[in-house]
């Protein structure tokens, strides 16, 4: 294709708490090509008859969709059943809707990993899908593993190559390697030739007192090169969709990477990926535009600061669409 179809993907609006109806219009409004539905809170989420109405209104919208559930990793033997399960309805569901793959995660981050180490994790996690390997296959579709702030990208790699390629994929996100300490065009070289799914996520990555610090930013705001990551994934995932994904609202996270303790969750890093991490740490600088950070626990029930973070969300969707559009030259429906 000549150019890469965009889209956007949903969970970076959920300020606006909005339906599903009301995330697909907007989205055809901006003039993309595709819709991530991640993480609705549409009341329908679990009708089969919701479903179909999805896909019809998508269809006529022209949008390609893509959808799927959060976190599956058995805590333990005796959740396997429960995790079969929420990938069993995923698969339903996005089937439904007409989605052709089914997105899913490890653990939302290494703090909420259980007990062991990465390796025991992934083989449990094989096994997992492997136990769901036929439902994903008679649906065609397939799992696309979200690199989150879980796994190293080599791990995601390896979860997703000896669960089996022809039914597991990567959901390949440019935003959360930053969080496991690694530079993002380092992931989509690891990550690319698996992917299903591409989804832009801004970073800046600066050096603080006692570490290094991380924080989401716009699109074409932060320290990125998406101008080398666009080109690269055009070489190992010319296939997928790209979506946009400005998180933002929160504050920096800082990594004390010269404690001896913090390494402790970090057994299985490796000095060449770190290596580039710090490069970019070094390059770059904390965010200097005007940012509202109230999306943390505890504070986004509180007027006006709920409002204050609604609008945040659709401007920064908008600046970052406009630059995906403009700057990167992605997307095709609005060139006509």
């Known amino acids: 294709m000549d150019h ?3 889209g956007l993907n949903t969970y970076c609006l959920r300020a606006m ?5 009301k995330l697909l219009d907007y989205t055809a ?5 595709a819709v991530f539905l991640q993480d609705s809170i549409d009341p329908g989420t679990n009708d089969p008859a919701h479903w179909r109405e999805v896909k019809e209104q998508a269809a006529s919208l022209g949008l390609h969709l893509e959808t799927g559930t959060g976190a599956s990793l058995p805590r333990t033997p005796d959740s396997l059943a429960a995790s079969q399960k929420i990938l069993r309805d995923a698969v339903r569901r996005a089937t439904a809707m007409g989605s052709p793959i089914v997105r899913t ?3 939302s981050d290494r703090q909420h990993l ?6 025991q994790h992934i083989e449990t996690m094989v096994k997992l899908l ?8 008679d649906a065609g579709v397939k799992f696309a593993i979200e690199n989150h702030k879980d796994l190293l990208c080599w791990e995601t790699r390896q979860l997703i190559e000896t669960a089996g390629k022809e039914f597991v994929g990567s959901y390949l996100d440019t935003g959360n390697p930053v969080f496991v300490l690694e530079d993002p065009f380092y992931t989509v070289e690891t990550l690319g030739p698996v992917a299903v799914t591409l989804h832009l996520r801004d970073s800046v990555v600066y050096e603080t007192r006692g570490g290094v610090a991380v924080q989401w930013v716009p699109l074409g705001e932060g320290v990125v090169d998406f101008h080398a990551i666009v080109a ?3 070489e190992l995932c010319p296939q997928v969709y790209i979506y946009i994904k400005p998180i933002t609202g929160r504050p920096p996270q800082i990594f004390p990477l010269w404690e001896t303790d913090f390494w402790k969750q970090f057994p299985d890093s490796r000095a060449a990926s770190l290596a580039r991490f710090l490069a970019l740490a070094k390059n770059g600088h904390p965010y200097e535009k005007e940012m509202v950070i109230e999306d943390v ?4 029930g509180i007027e006006p600061y709920a409002a204050a973070l609604a609008y945040q969300q659709r401007d920064h969707m908008e600046r970052s669409v406009a630059y995906a559009k403009k700057t990167l030259d992605l997307g095709v429906k609005w060139r006509a």
């Open 297 to 300: 626990a505890g504070r986004s």
């Open 29 to 33: 409004g901006l003039k993309l090509d």
């Open 105 to 107: 995660l490890v653990a």
């Open 232 to 234: 690269r994934a055009r």
């Open 17 to 21: 708490r909005w339906d599903d109806r």
């Open 114 to 119: 259980p007990p062991g180490p990465p390796a």
């Open 4 to 6: 890469f179809p965009i």
């Open 130 to 137: 492997r136990s769901v390997r036929s439902e994903a296959m």
